[in-house]
């Protein structure tokens, strides 16, 4: 750019480009090291280019200053970060969308306030899972594409008084246009902010999804087997299997948490433009990224390793009660009033806990001590797979709602979204 406005020569630009990429070269190969007599990697780079090539290499930083070039340099790291949590987050959703696509009639508990609620699928447990994910990735997507401007040519706050062409720099570098105010495109740190906040979305739902896991793992539920790869023993009970990656993962969301909330602060009472506290960005958020980077690598691979016991989630349905509810709607069918079927079927859960057993589990005449209204087709009614393929409403667990939903998923999965572009 600055050749092609005739503010270097284009022999002093093919100089300096040269230079640079020997230098770059060196860095890569270990030849070249950063050591502590440098202010900053700038003047390193400048040192050592006025060494290779004379003082052609003092025209380096005509037109711009170092607040404009960290700026840039930022900007194109979280870019290329962007698509990697992205890539990652994919990845998850097609370990989740295989779990989905292999257990639309695994039948398991719903809950609300930890309690069975009424009967799901494992396909449809985790279909929320891909939903809070999913989101997760249109945030990247639009995120990617707000900050895609650039700041080169800001200068130090006030621009430059040399004729530089920014919407000729903004392309070659990939970028929309040009950022549109000098002084926020030096101390602009919203997008950092907003991508922080993204990752810890990211990690509240790796959190989430690890929580269940360790719930499902425990000997009350016994819902999965870990893989001994992301499971520990007790030092000194032999019995215990510990879901030590799923609690890591929700241990370390307090981390992302902190660097989202100390930029908050850092940014809070810094005036216009450029201050030395920014420099506090990048640590935070160097820290976020390998969190959750590391976070959704190991999620994702203690999620496809994971065995599922269909059959004691099966059965944790039936004792549940989780067709209490169906239980009622068949009384009410049969013109029983709402109210008087839920308190028919309320005091039949209280027989049922009396004799320790599941409605499932009632004889008919039992069924009749409380209405008439029974007849056989009350097991028919309240048996899982009825409950579940009932549900047909959008979004829903039954049988034909699942297999729409996960043909859809398969197809989002198969489209490019921004952040991958």
Request: aromatic letters at 8%; glycine letters at 6%; a negative charge.
């Amino acid at each position: 750019m600055l050749a092609k406005q005739g503010i270097l020569s284009d022999a002093e630009a093919e100089q300096i480009i040269e230079g640079l990429g020997s230098i770059l070269s060196d860095i890569e190969s270990g030849k070249l090291e950063f050591t502590s007599e440098y202010e900053d990697i700038h003047s390193f780079v400048e040192a050592h280019l006025i060494d290779r090539i004379g003082d052609t290499g003092k025209k380096l930083h005509t037109g711009r200053s170092r607040n404009d070039q960290v700026a840039l340099d930022m900007k194109l790291y979280i870019r290329d970060e962007i698509r990697e949590t992205d890539r990652l987050l994919k990845h998850l959703l097609e370990t989740i969308l295989h779990v989905m696509e292999e257990n639309p009639d695994t039948y398991m508990p719903g809950f609300t306030h930890l309690q069975k609620a009424q009967p799901v699928t494992l396909a449809h447990h985790f279909g929320a899972y891909f939903e809070m994910f999913r989101r997760d990735r249109e945030h990247l997507s639009s995120l990617k594409e707000r900050m895609n401007t650039c700041p080169l040519g800001s200068g130090a706050l006030a621009g430059t008084t040399y004729p530089l062409d920014r919407s000729f720099t903004a392309r070659e570098l990939g970028f929309d246009l040009p950022t549109r105010n000098s002084m926020d495109g030096v101390s602009d740190r919203d997008y950092l902010i907003e991508y922080l906040s993204i990752l810890a979305t990211i990690q509240m739902h790796l959190s989430r999804f690890s929580e269940e896991v360790i719930l499902w793992n425990s000997n009350e539920y016994r819902f999965v087997e870990i893989d001994d790869a992301y499971s520990t023993g007790s030092s000194i009970m032999p019995q215990k299997k510990n879901p030590d990656i799923a609690e890591l993962v929700r241990g370390k969301t307090g981390r992302v948490y902190g660097s989202l909330l100390s930029l908050l602060t850092t940014m809070k009472g810094i005036p216009l433009a450029y201050n030395k506290d920014m420099q506090e960005d990048k640590e935070q958020t160097f820290d976020a990224i390998d969190t959750v980077r590391d976070n959704l690598v190991l999620f994702d691979g203690m999620l496809a390793s994971m065995k599922f016991r269909k059959d004691v989630m099966a059965a944790s349905a039936r004792n549940g009660f989780t067709n209490a509810t169906d239980a009622a709607d068949y009384l009410v069918l049969k013109g029983v009033p709402f109210r008087d079927a839920h308190g028919i079927i309320g005091r039949l859960v209280l027989f049922c806990i009396e004799k320790d057993c599941a409605l499932d589990d009632l004889t008919l005449e039992e069924y009749r001590q409380f209405s008439e209204k029974f007849d056989e087709d009350i097991y028919d009614a309240i048996s899982l797979k009825t409950c579940v393929e009932k549900r047909l409403t959008e979004g829903a667990p039954g049988r034909a709602s699942m297999e729409q939903m996960i043909a859809a998923s398969r197809q989002y999965l198969e489209e490019k979204t921004e952040a991958e572009r």
